[in-house]
């Protein structure tokens, strides 16, 4: 049951109108009250003498009894009430139970008190009720509503278990701000598939991934098409950013301006300041381009793989600082993919940015500095994209969404640890929108792949499959019987031939993390190989600097799959 605490109006009688009209789509069906401060308030919707007038009068009494210069503008509160489309059809007489409940939880007549705010609820779908009332108290005092919305939420919760409801993921207090009603009538009305808000957020937020500077953020804004206002102190200093879009516009045919503040709690200029952070050792940074020539956009992918892999480490730790830095990191590389990969898998994957948005704020505090590698490795995945002319290599993209994935949901295991469950649940929406993406970037490379190693010689294939079975003797017969076995023996093949002691490298892959709930356990490991060829030297031979390309991840590209060297 989600209950949504709407904008403060100054008219009663427009929101009576609108509770007992018909909606903006015909929608409301039989409007009537539940339930009311005074059981003698007239019904409109079911007394063919009342009227919205009547109403309205008898809700404004305590405000119009005010002098004219202490009566409060915004004086109308508006709540509605709205249970899971699987839940129940509850009788009026559960919704005026559950409205009596939620007005005197937020304050506004707390049981028991005789001089409380007047309310009204209105019941004009099977689903749900709006509650209508008016911030004056009879004795002409304000109510108290300090902290109304989590109230209301936590009110819900306990509705949600006397009624055998769906139980909703209790929140925390780090969600963005959902879009009003108004705003989403707007965008009804103007065609529009999300709400201006909504889209901004979005915007902003991929703004910020991997961002440097205050200049470089701003910059991205405005590259974006936004409109952007700047608020600078007297010393000269930023104190604040607001954004619209360029075809939002208020009846005065003004953009509407909205604060990055209002768009996401993380959003605000000083929370995305301490994301600018300095590396302490610039000495490994890895230089622009590969020298095996990779292209840029690969290459920046095979950066992002390395710290994402460290990043898995930080996430399963014990410093949950260390983890709520690292797990803001991967929404930023997430959001630097969503704006770069190929059309094939750029839906899923802005799902994915979206939902792990949500999974990236809590109320623990990050360690900023931690989060640097995962931000310059964002912010190389996005400047890539005009380094050179070229797109990313499909083995690039599946080898850092593989890890990726590992990434989303050791973040939704660690939430899950922690009771946030509104994170835990993103971060699992999350990783099923990455899974997509990857298996449609990933069965061009895994195909290639399997096609080499269909045509290897026999006696290697052999060799493989032996050495295979010596190493892993409990996966042996079900990694010969997947699809993707002659993957993994190209891989293996090409290992060899580079000079790794490929038993002591699959070992080491094989032990990295389980792989019974793998739907393919071939298929893993081939990726796993990739990580650890990347990072693991054969004998007699210099190690690489961290930039450094796996041969057999740039070997699609350069098309040596024909070859020994695939």
Known sequence: ????????????????????????????????????????????????????????????????????????????????????????????????????????????????????????????????????????????????????????????????????????????????????????????????????????????????????????????????????????????????????????????????????????????????????????????????????????????????????????????????????????GVGEVLDALAQTSPPSSRAELQAAAGHFERASRSHIGAKNEEMYALRRAAGQIVHSRTALGRGPDGTATALILDVMILAVVAAARWHAARGHAQQAKAAQLAARHLRTAYQATAAGPLATLRAHGERLPAPNRRRHAAMVRAALPHLADRLQAEPGWDGLTAVLDQAEHDGHDTAVLLAKAAAQRELDSADSASDVLVWRLHHLGYITTPPGRSKPTPAAVPAVATAPRQEVMRSRRL
Request: glycine share 6%; net charge negative; proline share 8%.
């Open 1 to 328: 049951m989600i209950p949504s605490i709407h904008d403060r109006g100054s008219e009663t009688i427009g929101l009576i109108h609108y509770l007992y009209g018909p909606g903006t789509k015909e929608e409301h069906i039989d409007p009537h009250l539940v339930a009311a401060f005074d059981p003698l308030t007239p019904d409109p919707g079911r007394d063919p003498k009342a009227t919205y007038e009547q109403l309205q009068h008898l809700l404004d009494q305590p405000v119009n009894a005010l002098p004219a210069g202490k009566r409060p503008e915004k004086h109308v509160w508006h709540l509605s009430v709205r249970a899971a489309p699987e839940d129940p059809v509850l009788s009026d007489e559960d919704w005026a139970a559950i409205a009596r409940r939620m007005v005197a939880t937020t304050g506004i007549a707390p049981d028991g008190d005789e001089a409380a705010c007047r309310w009204a609820a209105v019941r004009h779908a099977d689903d749900h009720i709006h509650i209508i009332a008016t911030l004056v108290r009879d004795d002409g005092r304000r109510p108290r509503l300090h902290n109304e919305a989590r109230r209301a939420q936590a009110e819900c919760r306990r509705i949600e278990a006397d009624y055998d409801l769906r139980r909703v993921p209790a929140g925390d207090g780090t969600a963005a701000k959902r879009p009003t009603s108004a705003e989403r009538h707007k965008a009804e009305r103007e065609g529009r598939d999300r709400t201006a808000r909504e889209e901004l957020r979005e915007t902003v937020r991929r703004a910020v991934a991997g961002a440097t500077s205050e200049e470089e953020f701003l910059g991205r804004l405005k590259n974006a098409g936004l409109l952007v206002r700047t608020k600078v102190l007297p010393s000269g200093d930023l104190q604040g950013y607001k954004v619209a879009l360029p075809d939002d516009r208020n009846s005065d045919k003004e953009p509407v301006y909205y604060a990055g503040s209002t768009l996401a709690p993380d959003l605000s200029l000083p929370r995305i300041r301490k994301r600018f952070t300095t590396p302490t050792d610039t000495a490994a940074q890895p230089t622009a381009l590969d020298p095996s020539g990779a292209s840029a956009p690969a290459r920046a992918r095979y950066v992002a793989v390395q710290a994402a892999d460290s990043a898995l480490t930080s996430i399963t730790s014990e410093d949950d600082n260390t983890a709520a830095a690292q797990l803001i």
